[in-house]
């Protein structure tokens, strides 16, 4: 799952509303790549570079998304999962990341008081949440049944492959477009926890 607001289709307007500087449309197809084994390596820069600059305000920081299933094909962003205590208090974590050279490029006061940075050398989507919110666990879930559950590791790839060949305006349009499959794959994984 790349980390988005799966339940949701946003509008353009509220596209631009979140995001911090230029939005630029894709107008494309999404660029898929084979897993590369080295995408754990560069999450492992990543993570000690945000401790370095956090230190214990880092709470947790999760490799995450399609790079963080082994075998699965992926755009080649590394998704980043980093849980502070308050994502909406900008100032408690923004400066110092920035100081890292990290970018903040959307903010979503309505979605879970959401972050999002780009990385300074790294292609990189580091998502930060607040302490308790629902979607750490909906990421690592999804992220561990992947690992763990063949079928629906296929179901997923061939989902991805076969929507990233079409033309989307924003990215977004193309993570909102895998809600169905990645909903249906979490029920099934919120099931078997609860059996």
């Given at each position: 799952m790349d980390p988005a607001r799966h339940s949701q289709k946003l509008t353009d307007e509220q596209i631009r509303q979140g995001t911090i500087g230029e939005l630029k449309p894709h107008d494309a197809p999404i660029m898929l790549v084979e897993y590369d084994p080295e995408w754990p390596r560069m999450f492992t820069i990543e993570e000690r570079r945000i401790r370095s600059a956090l230190g214990d305000r880092a709470l947790l920081i999760e490799h995450i998304g399609s790079t963080a299933v082994p075998g699965l094909m992926a755009k080649p962003i590394i998704d980043i999962l980093l849980i502070v205590e308050d994502s909406s208090d900008e100032r408690s974590h923004v400066p110092a990341l920035e100081a890292e050279g990290y970018v903040l490029r959307i903010r979503e006061h309505d979605w879970h008081e959401?972050?999002?940075?780009?990385?300074?050398?790294?292609?990189?989507?580091?998502?930060?949440?607040?302490?308790?919110?629902?979607?750490?666990?909906?990421?690592?879930?999804?992220?561990?049944?992947?690992?763990?559950?063949?079928?629906?590791?296929?179901?997923?790839?061939?989902?991805?492959?076969?929507?990233?060949?079409?033309?989307?305006?924003?990215?977004?349009?193309?993570?909102?477009?895998?809600?169905?499959?990645?909903?249906?794959?979490?029920?099934?994984?919120?099931?078997?926890?609860?059996?």
């Open positions: 959401h972050r999002l940075f780009k990385g300074p050398d790294i292609n990189i989507n580091m998502h930060v949440f607040s302490r308790g919110s629902s979607e750490i666990e909906r990421h690592l879930a999804f992220r561990d049944w992947l690992r763990t559950h063949p079928d629906d590791f296929k179901l997923y790839a061939e989902t991805k492959r076969r929507l990233a060949g079409q033309q989307w305006h924003y990215v977004q349009n193309y993570a909102e477009a895998k809600s169905e499959v990645v909903e249906t794959i979490l029920a099934r994984a919120s099931s078997k926890k609860k059996a």
